[in-house]
């Protein structure tokens, strides 16, 4: 095999297929709505409804979408790989964590969310994060503060992604780094390529075409995620 240490961030691009609008597309989930208005602190601040109402929607679409053959053919991997993944997505959706309970991984596997989770509330006073399956009306009280409200688990523009001590540690030592379905427009996990660059690690880039930052990967397959991750992840597991 020759790699033991992988880091593989993902993006909209791996739940396409399973029917998610990705962000930048045409068609994407930023046409139609500012960014600034649905997915910013100060928009949820003016008009709480109104964002409150934009992750209802997403949340209420996650039981008519499953996981597809990528994210699948990753949980293969990390159920039979013998050294460390860490597997972070920029997804708000469950379908990695739906595959991977699916078939359970070897202990070395690891999955960050890095831009929150839709099935998560978080109290707007202690930061108190819970399992919220169900709609947030725009003033839902906060079970952990009776001066809080609790807002959508999910990282908005101005604000620090997720874990990112553990991430920036496992690119340090990780051998191979793999993007997936990211168009690399959204700092920090844009530059992770050039962190795992300096580890030394190989760097693929799959994804539907060359990205913007195609040129910073040794290499990269192109087509659709159900087609190129399988694929991908049985050349590494031969
Ligand atoms: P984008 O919408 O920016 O990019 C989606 C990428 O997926 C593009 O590069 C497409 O070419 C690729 N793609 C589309 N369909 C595909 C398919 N079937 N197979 C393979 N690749 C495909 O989405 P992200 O890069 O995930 O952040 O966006 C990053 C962040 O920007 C999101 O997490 C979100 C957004 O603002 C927050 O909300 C904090």
Redesign the pocket.
């Known amino acids: 095999m020759g790699h033991r240490n992988l880091v593989i961030l993902t993006?909209?691009?791996?739940s396409?297929?399973s029917g998610v609008p990705?962000?930048?597309?045409d068609d994407?989930l930023?046409m139609g709505h500012r960014?600034a208005d649905v997915?910013t602190p100060e928009g949820f601040a003016r008009d709480p409804a109104r964002v409150q109402a934009f992750y209802n929607d997403r949340r209420r679409q996650l039981p008519t979408v499953h996981p597809n053959a990528a994210h699948q053919a990753l949980a293969d991997l990390a159920a039979r790989w013998d050294g460390a993944i860490l597997l972070v997505t920029?997804?708000v959706d469950d379908l990695h964590d739906r595959a991977h309970a699916a078939i359970p991984p070897r202990p070395g596997f690891g999955l960050i969310h890095m831009?929150g989770e839709l099935l998560k509330a978080a109290c707007t006073v202690t930061g108190r994060v819970c399992d919220w399956p169900g709609d947030l009306a725009a003033d839902e009280p906060s079970p952990h503060h009776p001066q809080g409200r609790l807002r959508p688990h999910?990282?908005?523009?101005g604000e620090m992604p997720l874990q990112m001590d553990r991430i920036e540690t496992a690119l340090d030592r990780c051998d191979l780094f793999v993007s997936i379905?990211?168009?690399?427009?959204?700092f920090p996990?844009a530059g992770f390529v050039q962190l795992a660059r300096q580890a030394g690690a190989r760097t693929v880039e799959?994804?539907?075409?060359p990205?913007q930052g195609a040129r910073l990967f040794d290499e990269g397959h192109y087509g659709?995620?159900?087609e190129v991750v399988p694929a991908f992840v049985q050349s590494l597991t031969r």
């Open positions: 993006g909209a691009g791996i396409a297929e990705t962000f930048r597309a994407g930023w960014i997915a920029q997804n831009h999910i990282v908005w523009f379905g990211t168009s690399g427009a959204v996990a799959l994804n539907l075409e990205t659709p995620a159900t």
